[in-house]
């Protein structure tokens, strides 16, 4: 469960990015962040990350206090959570798998186990036969789904990706979304800021940020 209650963020003076904002999502839901650039999609997700803390109000996630959490126990908080951030790049010295197991060698997962995994990860997201290529030799839309599998070779209980289809075309668009709803349907939250409309019929819910605020929002029939 993720709750923030009457969040605002002033990155300085006279900059809301966020007003005001409330709103629950419950465990398993699939929820996109629509809205214009500048409308507080990112910073709304970087703040669930703890990337991010609100001027005032409260986040919580599973219950925990985002904004009060000391510095040392967001590896923990991080480790439940699939980050996809706008313009966060893969190691471009390094391969694919390389890529995907960094999360888990981080975490201190044997290479053996790592690799097992990230293998799997880039299964999920349809890029087994690219394990061994650097990042440059792909198309933005297969490093996307790197950047994807990179996120979910932790097991994580909720997914954030921001803009993970800005750069796909329409079938890459629909690959990257089928990967994430394959993991809602195994019970985990994901929550995607998108401008792409198409995607949206896929939601259990839609909220559209517009200047900081919630200006608009819907619950699909999807919803359990
Ligand atoms: N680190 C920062 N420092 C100062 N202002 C920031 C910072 N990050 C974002 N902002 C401002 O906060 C507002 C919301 O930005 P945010 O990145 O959340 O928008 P967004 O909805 O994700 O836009 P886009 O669709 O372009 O990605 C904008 O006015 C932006 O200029
Ligand atoms: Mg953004």
Not at 131 to 159: D, F, H, K, M, T
């Amino acid at each position: 469960m993720i709750q923030f209650q009457q969040v605002n963020k002033e990155y300085s003076r006279e900059v809301f990015a966020l007003r005001d904002i409330s709103l629950s999502i419950t465990q398993g839901e699939l929820v996109f962040l629509a809205g214009p650039s500048g409308a507080g999609k990112s910073t709304l997700l970087k703040m669930i990350a703890g990337v991010e803390r609100p001027t005032s109000g409260t986040v919580t996630v599973n219950g925990q206090d985002i904004g009060t959490l000391k510095t040392g126990s967001l590896p923990y908080l991080r480790r439940k959570l699939g980050l996809i951030l706008q313009g966060q790049g893969l190691l471009l010295d390094r391969n694919v798998l390389a890529n995907v197991m960094l999360p888990l060698i981080v975490t201190g997962a044997s290479g053996s186990e790592a690799e097992m995994r990230a293998r799997t990860a880039l299964e999920k997201v349809n890029l087994s036969d690219k394990a061994e290529a650097l990042p440059l030799s792909l198309s933005g839309g297969e490093q996307q789904r790197v950047a994807i599998a990179r996120a979910i070779v932790n097991r994580p209980q909720i997914i954030l990706a921001d803009e993970p289809t800005a750069f796909l075309d329409k079938d890459n668009a629909n690959k990257v979304l089928s990967a994430l709803k394959a993991f809602q349907s195994a019970g985990v939250t994901c929550i995607i800021s998108s401008h792409d409309e198409q995607l949206f019929d896929h939601a259990t819910r839609v909220i559209y940020l517009n200047k900081g605020c919630i200006s608009d929002s819907w619950t699909s029939s999807l919803a359990a």
